[in-house]
């Protein structure tokens, strides 16, 4: 079925449940008020990427002509998650209330967006509602697929089960439960045979569990083992080098193209499949599991199968971040086919291209700004210490301090833990910050 038609057959079903629904309804500040049928841009996702675009449209544009499409109440600072994990922050320090980050001047679509028919310059929202944009920006984030994984969920759903994963609220603390719980054994950490948001997450939280044990004295009675279904420890190789030395330093054995296929709640055992020898199953207990769930587009993209690739993420130009066929589109963020790392500092770093070449769409002029695939992962290493990895799309170390971000430094920690999260929440959800590229020329001088 192409978009259109898949469009008109959802709208056409989204109406019939909503018929009894006479006022669609937004709202920033808690009161409820219509919503428009069209907009000069539409935002589609309330992450990282769509308020910042939001903020600086509606700014530009004024109050009712910009619209952001977002079903979720909370706002989460995910890269919060691994100190949570760790028990360094609490859930509640992690969020805000949606209707307190979404600019004012934009109307906030509290819906799901479940059909688009970019031909027409139309989609549609869960409650039957058809809106028509001039431009539209896709910033629908990625999606976690615990399901994937047989028996995962009761896992992660049952107290005391030792199981845990950072990257959903719902089961954040469970990863410091299991910590605290964690008596002797087998501490299991995994990265999934899919594409990630923040793909150094899923050891940050192994780094931050060894240096626990060895505070509570029980290091000696864990074997820390990280499978991961990369055939690298981290993609770049000057920050996997230095990584290297500090799971060697700290006696942690490391499994590469080793994938998590059940979970065995019961019995407390996980099952994992070799990438290279599919045949061979190996199955190993455990004490603490920590999982990095499979992930993927969303599935909201995949009914339009004109806006995305064969694997559902949003196709751009990677320098402009203009859709491939449709000059009125844009993507920002995890949801898009750019081949960068997909972290907030990402975002960041898209940010001020996808600004200025939106509002040179709307101009009728060239898009000429250019992202360079910019991305930071702080690598925390324990309590006190992280290696700050930045790079772009090559690979390349692209550094921001005139120093070696390769080493495990505690400023660098404080970076992460005490001063990044008001960089998020006051610069980048507003507009303000655009990444560390100014700062960066300073700091080096004007030289590279």
Request: with cysteine.
């Amino acid at each position: 079925m192409n978009c259109a038609l898949r469009f008109r057959f959802v709208s056409y079903n989204c109406r019939v449940f909503a018929s009894n629904f006479q006022v669609a309804s937004f709202s920033t500040s808690g009161s409820q008020l219509r919503y428009k049928n069209s907009y000069e841009l539409i935002v589609v996702g309330g992450g990282a990427g769509g308020c910042a675009t939001a903020a600086k449209f509606s700014s530009k544009l004024g109050a009712g002509k910009v619209a952001i499409i977002e079903p979720a109440d909370m706002h989460y600072y995910q890269p919060m998650f691994t100190l949570i994990g760790g028990g360094m922050k609490t859930l509640s320090n992690s969020c805000k209330p949606m209707s307190k980050v979404l600019p004012k001047k934009a109307d906030w679509i509290k819906q799901r967006c479940v059909a688009f028919d970019p031909n027409n310059n139309k989609l549609s929202t869960d409650d039957g509602k058809e809106l028509n944009y001039k431009y539209l920006v896709l910033a629908l984030g990625m999606q976690l697929n615990y399901e994937a994984i047989p028996g995962l969920l009761d896992a992660l759903r049952t107290p005391g089960s030792g199981a845990g994963s950072n990257y959903s609220p719902n089961y954040v603390n469970q990863t410091y439960e299991s910590l605290q719980q964690f008596k002797s054994g087998n501490a299991i950490f995994t990265f999934p045979n899919t594409p990630v948001k923040c793909a150094g997450a899923p050891q940050k939280i192994m780094y931050i569990a060894e240096e626990y044990f060895r505070k509570e004295g029980k290091r000696d009675k864990a074997n820390i083992i990280y499978n991961t279904s990369l055939p690298v420890l981290f993609g770049i190789k000057k920050y996997a080098d230095a990584l290297w030395k500090v799971v060697e330093q700290r006696n942690i054995e490391v499994n590469t193209r080793r994938n998590l296929i059940e979970v065995r709640q019961g019995q407390r055992q996980a099952v994992f499949q070799s990438l290279d020898n599919p045949d061979e199953i190996i199955t190993t207990e455990y004490g603490m599991l920590h999982v990095t769930p499979p992930q993927s587009a969303p599935k909201e993209l995949k009914t339009c199968k004109n806006l995305t690739d064969a694997n559902g993420f949003v196709s751009v130009d990677k320098d402009t971040l203009q859709h491939t066929n449709y000059k009125n589109v844009f993507g920002i963020g995890d949801c898009t086919n750019s081949p960068n790392a997909k972290t907030a500092a990402a975002v960041a770093g898209q940010v001020g291209v996808l600004r200025r070449n939106l509002w040179a769409a709307m101009m009728g002029k060239p898009v000429t700004a250019v992202y360079d695939g910019y991305t930071s992962c702080p690598l925390v290493t324990g309590y006190s210490k992280c290696i700050l990895a930045e790079f772009d799309y090559n690979g390349q170390p692209l550094e921001t301090f005139p120093m070696n971000q390769a080493v495990e430094r505690r400023t660098m920690f404080h970076l992460k833990k005490d001063i990044m999260p008001d960089m998020y929440w006051l610069g980048l959800l507003n507009g303000y910050w655009e990444g560390p590229g100014i700062m960066r020329t300073a700091m080096h001088l004007g030289m590279k």
